[in-house]
């Protein structure tokens, strides 16, 4: 079992950044490829980025693509991810999720954070 809590959201205007961080805790927790989803009012959940349980792979969604940068510190059991140049877009629920095989698809992942809060004002 994996457990994972979000942290990091609020309320920031268009033009401003937040990271997110996303700490995990369970078994064997630093093998996990862990991605990032959000979802807003009326939308499916979309996925934003991934990363390997290495940190050598990452895969981001176009619409974030330079934008967003996402991180681990193994030692830690946290994923981080930094957001820059917010959008009012942007504004959705973030989730993190783990599995042992990173994916874009969001049933891929057994293991769900329970949801930040970001708000981007324009």
């Known amino acids: 079992q994996v457990q994972l809590v979000e942290s990091g959201g609020g309320l920031v205007q268009a033009g401003g950044s937040l990271r997110l961080s996303c700490a995990a805790s369970g078994r064997t927790s630093r093998s996990y490829s862990v991605g990032w989803f959000r979802q807003a009012p009326g939308r499916e ?26 991180s681990r510190d193994n030692a830690k059991n946290t994923v981080y991810l930094q957001m820059n140049s917010l959008k009012p877009e942007d504004t959705a629920i973030y989730y993190c999720a783990a599995d042992r095989v990173g994916s874009s698809w969001p049933p891929v992942y057994n293991y769900w954070g329970q949801g930040t809060q970001v708000t981007v004002s324009s």
């Open 45 to 70: 959940r979309e996925f934003v980025v991934s990363i390997s349980w290495s940190g050598g792979n990452t895969y981001y969604a176009d619409s974030v693509k330079g934008r967003f940068a996402i």
